[in-house]
């Protein structure tokens, strides 16, 4: 919870202008799609991949052979290397799209100094295991960027629709909405509609939060349960994520916008959820180890939760929905049983 000390402080930060350069770090869906909507807008980008075969895909038929292949990328506005401290030292805004799982590993080998003076953006909706920090704290305590220079990439959008260029809404939070709009210009486009807010804190919160609801929802799908009790749970999701917001960390927010509320329907109701897909796999049976090795790509929120229930039990919150999900997945409590308890109090 940094942002509480350090958010308000006038430290020194990067001025971002139209002509910021643009690193990108990660080769999955939502890097390669933010990847292909920068390019499209003209826009330079350097690309940090660490697979061989996705380069190769991109260099030679100008697309990601693994993820979103049906996203279009513009091969001679990209400088692709495995170096990850030569992308960011040409770079002026580095956005960050590796699951939070894999994060640190990532990073491990970047020269902190590389990213003095430096804008830093999130595209991850996770919490880093074991450190109980989101991926700005994680930044922030890590390299010691202050606040100032650190934003973020939300929704409601899963990137498979944003690829394939259907009608899509994004969300840029920043410290000032003038640095906000730098990003959204870069990759806004007639189909991807951007807003922008100040709650930097509020809404990397909901984007963490609303994959463990959206697990919940799967779990409750998996176990047969209807349409009529899934409207109750996202409902009393909504609230809950409010309550959290409001019990750590006070602002004039409203939750009900697209950042936080829409965030969180799409999550819960999307076939393209992966969280979703996994609390499907644990409602109809698989045990946790098996539903997490059929993924085919990170559920954020089997790691968000035991970060949330961490900071939930240090701060005196009660989250219900999110205490059942944490039961089933890390103290082996039955999901039929945990959600038909769950139900009885909704």
Not at 12 to 19: D, I, R
Not at 155 to 160: D, L, M, T
Not at 167 to 183: G, K, P, Q, R
């Amino acid at each position: 919870m940094e942002y509480l000390c350090n958010i308000g402080k006038q430290e020194e930060m990067t001025e971002l202008g139209n002509n910021s350069r643009f690193a990108v770090i990660g080769y999955g869906s939502w890097a390669t799609t933010i990847v292909g909507k920068l390019t499209q807008n003209g826009r330079h980008v350097n690309w940090h991949v660490r697979n061989p075969e996705v380069i190769e895909g991109v260099l030679t038929d100008g697309y990601n052979p693994k993820y979103v292949s049906d996203m279009e990328l513009e091969r001679s506005l990209l400088f692709i290397s495995q170096d990850i401290n030569e992308i960011v030292a040409a770079s002026d805004i580095v956005i960050l799209c590796v699951p939070s799982a894999y994060l640190k590993k990532t990073m491990e080998d970047l020269n902190p100094a590389l990213l003095k003076g430096k804008f830093v953006i999130s595209a991850v909706k996770g919490i880093i295991p074991d450190d109980y920090t989101t991926v700005l704290e994680f930044v922030h305590d890590k390299f010691g960027l202050p606040f100032k220079n650190l934003g973020l990439i939300s929704g409601p959008s899963h990137a498979e629709e944003v690829s394939r260029g259907k009608l899509s809404y994004l969300t840029i939070a920043c410290n000032t909405i003038e640095d906000a709009e730098v990003i959204a210009l870069a990759i806004r486009s007639d189909t991807l509609r951007i807003s922008t807010s100040t709650d930097i804190y509020g809404i990397e919160y909901a984007a963490i939060m609303k994959n463990i609801y959206a697990i919940a929802s799967g779990m409750s799908v998996g176990l047969g349960y209807g349409d009529n009790f899934l409207a109750v749970l996202v409902s009393k999701s909504a609230s809950e994520l409010r309550h959290f917001l409001d019990s750590s960390y006070p602002y004039e927010r409203n939750t009900s916008e697209i950042a936080y509320l829409g965030d969180l329907l799409v999550t819960c109701y999307s076939p393209f959820s992966r969280n979703r897909q996994f609390g499907t796999l644990i409602g109809r049976g698989c045990d946790v180890n098996s539903a997490l090795n059929e993924m085919t790509m990170v559920a954020e929120g089997y790691f968000a939760v035991k970060g949330i229930h961490h900071i939930c039990a240090s701060r005196g919150i009660s989250l219900p929905i999110v205490e059942t999900v944490y039961r089933i997945l890390y103290e082996g409590e039955k999901a039929r049983k945990a959600i038909k308890f769950l139900s009885k109090e909704l």
